[in-house]
C-alpha cells in the first residue's frame, strides 16, 4: 500500500470518528417543545467528597470536578432530569475577589477551563475532562448547557483593559453590588466593540468543541441587541439546534449600571434567544390572581413572534433562597408539581430535590486558607454557595428531605410519562373565591379528551376550608386518578370539594 492511500485511509478513519458540532444535538427543538426538565449544577460542589463532615472542602479533599461528577449521572437521571445546566466552567478572578475560591461568574478567560474543575489525577487536560462529561452526559440522554458570565474579573480588566468601560477617571464600573466584576463594553447597536464580540465568539468555538448544546447567558439584558443577534447567528452557522437561554425577566426594568446597555426580554427574544426567565420566582410573594396572570401574560407573549419560543419555570435558582426556608417543605413540594404540570421547562438548582436549604455552619468566617484575595468564607445565606470549595448539595448534616426527593421525583416521572398532555393541552384559568386559591386546567381535547386539574394555597400560614370549584363537564362517568394531595378531596356534581393545608397543592387526572 502506498503512501497516498494510507494517507487517505487515515483521513476517512478520522472524519468517521468526528463528531461534528451539531451533529446529534437537538436541544433547541426540545426546548420549544417544552420537553427539557432542566437542573442548574456547580461541578465545583456537584459530587464534592467532604469526608470530615464540616461541609467545606478541605485542601486534603477532593473537591467536586468533571471526572467525579459522572458518578452521580445515573443518579440525576433517575429523577427525571434530562438537561443539565453547568453554572460557569471558565476561570475565575482572584483578585477583589469574593470568597475563598473566587465567584463561579468573575471570568478570567473566555477561551478555557477552570482548573478548580478539574480532576488533578487525570492524565487528561481540564478540556478534555469537561468533553469526556459531557459525552457521558449524552451517553444517558442528558443535554448540556454552558453558562456564559456577564461580567469580567479584575484580574482580566488588568490584563485586557480594551474589553472594560471606564468612566471619565479610567476606572472600571463596578455594576450594581457586584464588587468581584467589572462591566465590560460591549458597544451598542449603533458600534459594537469588536474586541468584546472576538472574545465571546471564542467562547463559543469552544463550548462547541467541548460537545455542549446550548448556552445559558447570564444578565443577558446588558449587552445591546444587534451583539446578540451577531452571537447567535455566528453559532447557528455552526449548529442549527445550538440553544439559547436568555437570564431576563418581565420584571427587570433598569440596567445594573447606568453605564450598560440594557436589552429587555422581549427584545432577547427577538433577537433570537429561545426563551427567557418570565418572573416565576416571584411566586413566594404572590396571590393567586398575579401568578395566574403571569402564565396567561408568558401564553401570549409567547405566541406573539413569528419563530416559537419558550420560558423555564425559575421558580429556584441559585439566585433565589431555598424554598424551604422562605416557606417550608411544602413550598418545594408545590414548585414541584407546578413543574411538573405547567406547559414550559421545569428548571430546578442542585439541592432544590433534596430540601436543601444552603446554610453552611462556617459562612462568612474566617479562612485559614483561601485561594483568593478574600480570607473569608463569603456566602449568601439560603443560597447555593458559588464563591467557596463547600459540601455536595444533599441536605447538609441533616440530609436529604425525603418527603421532598419523594414529591420530585414523583412529578418528574408524572410529567415524564403524560408529556404530550403536559406541553400540547391548553392551559385555562379556573376561578377562585379566595384570592390565596390559584386553579388551572391543562386540556387535551379530542374524541376522549383529558385534564390534569390543579389548585393550590398559596396562604403559607392558614388552611383553606371549603374549597370549591367548578369543573366544565364533569359527571359521574369521569375516571378520575388522584395524582397529588391528602386526599381530602371530594367531587360532586360538577364541582371539586377540597381543604387545603397551608402552601398545599392538589393534581388529579380526569379521563371524560
Excluded at 96 to 117: H, P, W
Excluded at 205 to 217: E, F, K, S, Y
Excluded at 410 to 422: C, K, S
Aim: charge should be neutral; aromatic fraction near 10%; proline fraction near 4%.
Amino acid at each position: 500500500m502506498n503512501k497516498r492511500m494510507i494517507l487517505l485511509l487515515s483521513v476517512l478513519f478520522a472524519i468517521s470518528n468526528c463528531c461534528f458540532a451539531g451533529e446529534n444535538n437537538n436541544l433547541r427543538t426540545m426546548f420549544l417543545n417544552n420537553q427539557t426538565n432542566i437542573l442548574g449544577i456547580n461541578i465545583r460542589t456537584f459530587n464534592a467528597k467532604d469526608l470530615n463532615g464540616n461541609e467545606i472542602i478541605d485542601e486534603n479533599e477532593e473537591s467536586g470536578n468533571f471526572i467525579n461528577a459522572i458518578e452521580r449521572l445515573d443518579e440525576i437521571k433517575g429523577l427525571g432530569i434530562n438537561t443539565l445546566h453547568l453554572l460557569p466552567i471558565t476561570p475565575v478572578g482572584k483578585l477583589k475577589a469574593l470568597g475563598t475560591a473566587g465567584s463561579l461568574y468573575a471570568i478570567s478567560d473566555f477561551e478555557n477551563i477552570n482548573e478548580q474543575l478539574s480532576d488533578k489525577n487525570s492524565a487528561l487536560t481540564p478540556k478534555e475532562q469537561a468533553k469526556k462529561f459531557i459525552e457521558e452526559c449524552h451517553k444517558r440522554g442528558i443535554k448540556v448547557i454552558v453558562d456564559l458570565p456577564s461580567c469580567g474579573s479584575y484580574d482580566l480588566f488588568l490584563k485586557k483593559p480594551e474589553l472594560f468601560i471606564k468612566n471619565d477617571k479610567n476606572i472600571s464600573i463596578v455594576p450594581t453590588d457586584w464588587t468581584d466584576v467589572r462591566l465590560l463594553n460591549t458597544g451598542n447597536n449603533e458600534k459594537l466593540n469588536q474586541d468584546v464580540l472576538d472574545v465571546h465568539k471564542k467562547f463559543i468555538d469552544m463550548v462547541l468543541a467541548l460537545g455542549a448544546d446550548g448556552i445559558r447567558a447570564d444578565v443577558a439584558t446588558i449587552k445591546p441587541y444587534d451583539f446578540w443577534v451577531e452571537i447567535i447567528n455566528y453559532t447557528r452557522e455552526k449548529d442549527k439546534e445550538f440553544m439559547f437561554l436568555a437570564e431576563a425577566s418581565d420584571s427587570w426594568r433598569e440596567p445594573p449600571s447606568k453605564y450598560a446597555e440594557f436589552t429587555p426580554y422581549d427584545e432577547l427574544l427577538k433577537a433570537g434567544f429561545d426563551g427567557y426567565y418570565g418572573s416565576f420566582f416571584n411566586l413566594k410573594d404572590w396571590n393567586a390572581n398575579e401568578f395566574i396572570e403571569h402564565l396567561k401574560f408568558n401564553n401570549k407573549l409567547l405566541k406573539s413572534y413569528s419563530e416559537p419560543k419558550s420560558a423555564i419555570l425559575s421558580f429556584t435558582t441559585h439566585d433565589e433562597i431555598s424554598p424551604v426556608i422562605v416557606h417550608g417543605k411544602e413550598f418545594s413540594v408545590m414548585i414541584a408539581w407546578l413543574e411538573a404540570i405547567l406547559p414550559y421547562n421545569p428548571y430546578s438548582i442542585d439541592g432544590f430535590a433534596y430540601g436543601d436549604k444552603y446554610i453552611y455552619p462556617w459562612a462568612n468566617g474566617k479562612a485559614e486558607v483561601t485561594q483568593t484575595d478574600d480570607d473569608t468564607y463569603f456566602v449568601h445565606r439560603g443560597k447555593l454557595d458559588i464563591f467557596n470549595f463547600s459540601r455536595a448539595l444533599k441536605g447538609g448534616k441533616k440530609g436529604i428531605n425525603k418527603y421532598i426527593a419523594r414529591n420530585f421525583k414523583e412529578a418528574y416521572n408524572f410529567r415524564n410519562e403524560n408529556i404530550e398532555l403536559v406541553t400540547n393541552g391548553e392551559f385555562s384559568q379556573i376561578k377562585t373565591k379566595d384570592d390565596k386559591i390559584f386553579a388551572f386546567m391543562i386540556t387535551q381535547k379530542g374524541k376522549n379528551p383529558v385534564r390534569i386539574i390543579a389548585l393550590g394555597n398559596l396562604d403559607f400560614k392558614n388552611t383553606k376550608e371549603n374549597v370549591t370549584i367548578k369543573i366544565p363537564k364533569l359527571n359521574k362517568e369521569s375516571e378520575i386518578e388522584y395524582v397529588h394531595g391528602d386526599g381530602s378531596l371530594k367531587i360532586h356534581k360538577s364541582k371539586l370539594h377540597t381543604s387545603l393545608t397551608p402552601g398545599e397543592i392538589e393534581v388529579i387526572k380526569v379521563n371524560y
